[in-house]
């Protein structure tokens, strides 16, 4: 069955740390992956999407991801992170069928 | 640069009553949707529309739900008799020449239903 694991429901990091959001995908196929990110009220905002080419990915925001077929992983990447980048990040895969399907979220809280 | 845009941006409703969520699609795109997210949880897959049909639909798109383009630019959900279960957040998207291409969202509408 198609579907996104996000394992991670809440992470917390300081201002100026290293940032990793888990995402793992269940896909027959070569999948098609997006990040996108949610502040608190606001609609999806991509931040960055995979198709097919290199499995690193840059996106908006100083962002990237790098796909990894083997481990069924599409993680999200930031150097240093800044407080402005507190939201919620959903994973999503394309299922072939019309629709995305949706990771149940990562919550990213950054302390100051 | 084009967007999504929906209407109302709230929405208040007494159970039981009909509403009806606007979006306007980017305007060269094909393929339209409706996907929803209850507080707190994640973005769910509602309903998918293509050559004014429905493409898809999800189990929880029933009977109580309706989309329509009734012109060239507005693409609508309707939601019949409302339950306090439908209280969420209406996210309308679009996307391009394939159904693949990456779909664009709108802000969403934030649906209450009292």
């Known amino acids: 069955a198609q579907s996104v694991t996000q394992p991670d429901i809440h992470i917390t990091v300081s201002e100026g740390a290293s940032l990793e959001l888990r995402c793992n995908y269940s896909y027959g196929a070569t999948p098609y992956l997006f990040w996108y990110v949610q502040s608190p009220g606001q609609g999806l905002q991509l931040l960055l999407k995979?198709?097919?080419?290199?499995?690193l990915v840059q996106g908006i925001k100083g962002f990237e991801a790098e796909f990894k077929r083997s481990q069924s992983s599409f993680n999200l990447r930031k150097p240093s992170v800044h407080w402005s980048d507190a939201a919620e990040y959903f994973c999503a895969l394309y299922s072939g069928t019309y629709k995305y399907i949706f990771g149940t979220g990562t919550r990213l809280k950054v302390l100051a | 640069e084009p967007e999504v845009t929906q209407t109302p941006s709230h929405q208040v409703t007494q159970m039981g009553q009909e509403v009806i969520l606007r979006c306007v699609p980017i305007?060269?795109?094909?393929?339209f949707y409706w996907y929803r997210q209850i507080l707190g949880q994640k973005v769910e897959f509602l309903v998918s529309?293509?050559?004014?049909?429905?493409?898809?639909k999800s189990e929880i798109f029933d009977d109580q739900f309706s989309v329509e383009r009734p012109d060239g630019s507005n693409f609508t959900l309707k939601i019949r008799s409302t339950k306090l279960e439908d209280s969420a957040m209406y996210f309308c998207?679009?996307?391009?020449?394939?159904?693949?291409?990456?779909?664009?969202f709108g802000p969403g509408t934030r649906l209450t239903v009292l």
């Open positions: 305007s060269n795109h094909l393929y």
């Open positions: 998207a679009s996307s391009g020449s394939g159904a693949y291409n990456e779909q664009f």
């Open positions: 529309f293509y050559n004014n049909e429905i493409s898809e």
């Open positions: 995979y198709f097919s080419g290199d499995t």
